[in-house]
């Protein structure tokens, strides 16, 4: 949610932080904006949205509704690349306080248009912080609590008479929420000041050049040399020198990293869509994920990111999984492999709700917190509350150096590589995997599979890519039965046991891209409401592989054949009785029911993907959604 960019150096800021922007346009925006820094303006521009005083520097403002695109035609009807600027920052918002206005995107000034602010996260007290400016006689444009952040910034900076970090450093001691920030100040046209607290930001470092960024996305291609700003600290860049420190004035050493990212990882490679090149990507990412730990011939499992804790697994005697979206869909899959592989119950929580109840945590729970981003707001908080009640917390995520690797005990990476597109879908079974990797590790350890059937299983898991592979190849077919359904304006999805999990998963993907209602059910829950909604117009998908509970399966899809209802089945190759009664089937090869997910839920996703498409969805962006959600 919301994207932030920034640079100074020696080169043209405008280029970079358009860039930038185009980079994190996946985080999900409704406006955008930039402001330039004008080290010594030839003449007054009345055309510019905003501006500091006359004489000296001064800071140019642009913002308009709608996308990057709209933003970057707007500049170009300025003409501004006859001018140098090496001094700049740039927004994408979505909407939190205020709907989507020119007036309500960032930047925003202060005032006296001395200041200009960007800023992810919510400040929670600005309503007390407005109303103490207002009486001071401070004027507000926007509808927004990042102006009131500006102008409170302005406040302190002239009663106090402090350089801009300074005034930034003391403002933020008064403010309630989270942020992450980039100032900049036309008294000091050679400063740069960013500040986090709750949402990410991390800082690119080049040879006298420094990039910001909500995450390195917009980097990558200029630096792989990064910092990551932990929460109450700041950063003052001046004189080609970066200086951190926390609120409280406490100098700190930044923990420099190297990006693994390679910029080709961000391109489309010749897909129409980057949702579609990161479905065909999950033979590789699902490989990634176990490369090098797990070993099908010995049974081994090894997960370096826990291995020093891994006694807190070994010994849980309930394990607590915590994630939103997708990744909670991954954690109640585990729930199932958890129980019926290690015998260790297992509760699954929506993230989002366990901080605002009373729950119950042991000391001798495992905590597991699962996050694509590793940025998720709601899940950062449900973390830091297990962590109150001191047990073990074990993080899984996709984002190296990210805010919930940093706040866990230990964890595990899984490999998936960047994902572009707000529907997750490499990210998810790359989390099954590294799941299913830690389960293994604890059922041998608890000897509740024999080492031979581990061994089984575990070269079972090492045979998915190619099966992914596989479902890969079943592309086209995919695509001929979205069109017949692509008008539908409903569907259900249904599957037992391990099939539930993917038909939540599946049905949240068709919402997500293609804004068609989908509900996920158990199929045994069938006959207690949704039946009611069968008809000839209802399309019903299940997942109806080959398991323990097949025949109950094949018992639901007869009923709703009865009623009309229009039959697509997720079934085992050469499943002929299930092909006997669906409309439409698509054939999986036969894998073994706790694997059964990574493979069945390629078929759902390409589904989701060509019903969206044909619709003339933005695919990749779809309306209302963020790919990292950093607020609550």
């Not at 205020?98 to 919510?122: F, M, Q, R, V």
């Amino acid at each position: 949610m919301c994207g932030i960019v920034g640079y100074i150096g020696k080169r043209e800021a405008e280029p970079i932080l358009l860039k930038g922007l185009e980079r994190l346009e996946y985080r999900g925006y409704d406006s955008a904006g930039i402001a330039l820094m004008q080290a010594t303006p030839p003449s007054p521009r009345p055309e510019v949205t905003g501006r500091g005083k006359q004489g000296g520097a001064r800071i140019l403002v642009y913002k308009k509704k709608g996308r990057v695109a709209d933003l970057e035609k707007l500049l170009k009807a300025k003409k501004l690349t006859a001018n140098s600027f090496h001094l700049g920052m740039a927004h994408t918002r979505w909407a939190t306080h205020g709907e989507p206005t020119d007036a309500n995107a960032h930047p925003h000034l202060s005032n006296s248009g001395d200041i200009a602010i960007i800023h992810n996260g919510i400040i929670e007290n600005y309503l007390s912080l407005k109303k103490i400016l207002t009486e001071k006689g401070y004027k507000f444009k926007s509808a927004t609590d990042t102006e009131v952040l500006v102008n409170l910034i302005e406040d302190v900076k002239k009663n106090a008479k402090v350089a801009i970090n300074e005034a930034v450093r003391l403002a933020l001691r008064e403010v309630v929420g989270a942020y992450a920030i980039v100032v900049l100040s036309k008294d000091e046209p050679d400063t740069l000041v960013v500040a986090k607290k709750g949402s990410p930001v991390v800082i690119g470092i080049g040879k006298d050049e420094f990039f910001i960024a909500s995450d390195a996305t917009p980097l990558v291609e200029y630096t792989n040399k990064v910092t990551y700003l932990g929460d109450d600290e700041m950063a003052v860049i001046k004189n080609n020198k970066l200086t951190v420190k926390t609120i409280k004035n406490k100098i700190i050493n930044p923990y420099i990293q190297k990006l693994e990212m390679k910029i080709e990882e961000l391109e489309k490679g010749g897909f129409p869509h980057f949702m579609l090149k990161e479905i065909f990507e999950q033979p590789r990412s699902i490989k990634d994920s176990m490369r090098g730990r797990i070993n099908g011939k010995t049974g081994m499992v090894k997960l370096g990111g826990i291995e020093k804790l891994q006694d807190k697994l070994f010994n849980a005697k309930r394990i607590l999984i915590l994630a939103c979206g997708t990744s909670w869909h991954a954690g109640l899959e585990a729930k199932y492999f958890f129980e019926e592989l290690a015998r260790v119950p297992t509760v699954v929580e929506y993230a989002s709700e366990f901080k605002y109840r009373n729950p119950v945590i042991y000391k001798d729970d495992l905590v597991i917190v699962i996050s694509q981003s590793g940025e998720t707001a709601d899940t950062l908080n449900a973390l830091h509350l297990a962590k109150e009640h001191g047990t073990t917390v074990f993080g899984i995520c996709n984002v190296v150096g990210s805010s919930i690797p940093r706040a866990t005990d230990a964890g595990v990476y899984t490999h998936a590589g960047p994902e572009i597109g707000v529907a997750s879908t490499k990210a998810f079974t790359a989390q099954i995997t590294v799941l299913l990797m830690m389960c293994f590790l604890l059922a041998l350890k608890k000897k509740t599979m024999r080492k031979t059937e581990a061994q089984k299983i575990i070269a079972e898991l090492e045979n998915i890519p190619g099966k992914v592979e596989k479902m890969l190849l079943k592309n086209e077919a995919i695509r001929n039965i979205a069109k017949k359904f692509k008008n539908a304006k409903n569907f259900i999805y249904l599957g037992r046991g391990y099939g539930f999990p993917i038909a939540l998963e599946g049905a949240l993907k068709l919402k997500e891209i293609a804004y068609i209602h989908a509900d996920g059910y158990p199929a045994s829950e069938m006959k207690h409401g949704p039946i009611a909604l069968v008809d000839e117009n209802m399309p019903v998908v299940f997942i109806a592989n080959k398991g323990a509970s097949y025949e109950k399966v094949i018992n639901n899809m007869m009923e709703v054949k009865a009623r009309k209802g229009k039959i697509i089945a997720i079934i085992t190759k050469g499943d002929a009785k299930a092909k006997k009664i669906a409309d439409h089937v698509i054939e999986i090869p036969e894998t073994p029911e706790p694997l059964m997910s990574l493979v069945a839920s390629i078929p759902l996703q390409l589904l989701a993907y060509h019903i969206a498409e044909l619709n003339g969805r933005d695919v990749d962006k779809p309306r209302n959604l963020a790919k990292s959600v950093t607020v609550e």
